[in-house]
Nanobody, 122 residues
Framework: QLQLVESGGGLVQPGGSLRLSCAVSGFTLDYVTIGWFRQAPGKEREGVSCISRSGGRINYADSVKGRFTTSRDNRNNTVYLQMNSLKPEDTAVYYC???????????????WGKGTLVTVSS
């Protein structure tokens, strides 16, 4: 079974940086589309970014463009979300999710991690 484990969350000051990792097991990452999502307190879950298999296409939410960067290391079966210039409104539980369907980022995700908490506060 394909499994996802997020890590790297924690407390960071506004303007700081944090890198989240999503370790993928049970499937070769070369053929897995990975999306990052987040759910802030009192808000619905929203998409943050999506990276296609092989990294050929990357989409970002408008709220994080220019600040967040998604990359993948297929040899280590890990996808990263580098978060820079963090703002308090970035505070949320961040999830990575995956699909092996050709729909990729335009379709729903089939596998989900349990999430990692990111808190941006002074």
């Amino acid at each position: 079974q394909l499994q996802l484990v997020e890590s790297g969350g924690g407390l960071v000051q506004p303007g700081g940086s944090l890198r989240l990792s999503c370790a993928v097991s049970g499937f070769t990452l070369d053929y897995v589309t990975i999306g990052w999502f987040r759910q802030a307190p009192g808000k619905e879950r929203e998409g943050v970014s999506c990276i296609s298999r092989s990294g050929g296409r990357i989409n970002y939410a408008d709220s994080v463009k220019g600040r967040f960067t998604t990359s993948r290391d297929n040899r280590n079966n890990t996808v990263y979300l580098q978060m820079n210039s963090l703002k308090p409104e970035d505070t949320a539980v961040y999830y990575c999710a995956a699909t092996v369907r050709y729909l990729g980022c335009t379709g729903g995700m089939d596998y989900w991690g349990k999430g990692t908490l990111v808190t941006v506060s002074s």
